[in-house]
């Protein structure tokens, strides 16, 4: 089993920044993937970013040159750094973990509400 408990969210105005982080603990895989998804209202989650435990990202579209994904392996902690927040990053950004040993299930942090006022 593997909790993952989030952090950082809240209401921003456009154009600011906020960061989240999830914090991992458990049975913790040394080869893994976390990162973030969303879901705004009457949407389906979708990606937001995602970072190997070798340091290997993958971030989506929309975020690409505002959001940065970092993480600590020590701590095994994830971070999202959001800049130049638009209302439509509005949504619950949830906290992602896979481990990277076959047939292990994924892990969702119970969300954390984002909300950017124009």
């Known amino acids: 089993q593997v909790q993952l408990v989030e952090s950082g969210g809240g209401l921003e105005q456009a154009g600011g920044s906020l960061r989240l982080s999830c914090a991992a603990s458990?049975?913790?895989?040394?080869?893994?993937?976390m990162g973030w998804y969303r879901q705004a209202p009457g949407k389906q989650r979708e990606l937001v970013a995602t970072?190997?435990?070798?340091?290997?990202?993958n971030y989506a579209d929309s975020v690409k040159g505002r959001f940065t994904i970092s993480r600590d392996n020590a701590k095994n902690t994830v971070y999202l750094r959001m800049n130049s927040l638009k209302p439509e990053d509005t949504a619950v950004y949830y906290c992602?973990?896979?481990?990277?040993?076959?047939?292990?299930?994924?892990?969702w942090g119970q969300g954390t509400q984002v909300t950017v006022s124009s």
């Open positions: 970072m190997t435990s070798g340091g290997s990202t």
């Open positions: 458990g049975s913790i895989f040394s080869i893994n993937i």
């Open positions: 992602y973990y896979a481990s990277g040993r076959r047939g292990s299930p994924d892990y």
